[in-house]
């Protein structure tokens, strides 16, 4: 089938799912993080911005696979021996909190200032102005750009097979070298990156066009 056995491509589906895992992780761990990390940037303290400021450009200024590196080989110098699943979600949550926390920032303060305003006159406090008046509109606002970032997140965990993790790439790769086909082994990898990301190019769009309806 294909040039390859049905072993084969079992043995790349199974990558696949590998990857799927390990962009849950990324995505659930990036948003617990990345929530806080865009409230600290949003908050009218200095202190908090700055603090929340040096991590999102830290991390954004380091390549992921670096940041791969750093925490497999880190946590092992440190006496933690984790496995490569472990040691890359940990280093996909850290990408992810600091660009969600940068999107969801754009989309708190993207809520006009009349809707701040107007619940003040309501006589709420800070926090329920924030949980009841401005989080429900932040929230549309930001599915359409969270559902786009979850695409990179999936294509973004291929750096994991610096570390070793057995990931869709990883599993193309070591296909390649038992069968030497190149060719054959990368597009079917392609064309499963492509199964599971076109889907939810579709879904953000499909939120984009909903949003500019409303």
């Known amino acids: 089938m294909l040039g390859l056995t049905v072993d084969q491509l079992l043995f790349l589906v199974r ?3 590998w990857t799927l895992v390990l962009s849950l992780l990324g995505f659930v761990g990036g948003a617990i993080l990345g929530l806080p990390v865009a409230l600290a940037r949003s908050s009218k303290l200095k202190a908090l911005r700055m603090i929340s400021s040096a991590y999102v450009q830290l991390i954004q200024g380091i390549p992921l696979p670096v940041i791969m590196f750093v925490v497999y080989f ?5 006496g933690f021996e984790v496995p490569a699943l472990v040691a890359a979600g940990l ?3 850290a990408y992810s909190s600091a660009y969600l926390g940068e999107i969801w920032k ?3 303060q993207s809520v006009p200032k009349t809707q701040w305003e107007a619940a003040e006159c309501l006589a709420l406090t800070g926090t329920q102005r924030f949980v009841h008046v401005i989080l429900p509109q932040a929230l549309k606002i930001a599915v359409p750009p969270t559902v786009g970032f979850l695409v990179q997140i999936v294509k973004n965990t291929s750096y994991s097979v610096v570390i070793g993790f057995f990931d869709l790439t ?3 790769k070591v296909l ?3 069968t030497y086909k190149p060719f054959l082994v990368f597009s079917i990898a392609a064309a499963l ?4 990301c076109y ?3 579709l879904l953000a769009g499909r939120f984009e066009r909903k949003l500019k309806r409303v």
């Open 91 to 93: 280093a996909m949550t």
């Open 15 to 17: 990558g696949a799912g």
């Open 199 to 201: 889907p939810l190019s």
């Open 176 to 178: 390649n070298n038992s």
């Open 170 to 172: 990883y599993s193309a």
């Open 106 to 108: 754009g989309c708190i």
């Open 193 to 196: 990156y492509f199964v599971i």
């Open 74 to 78: 880190g946590l092992s110098i440190g």
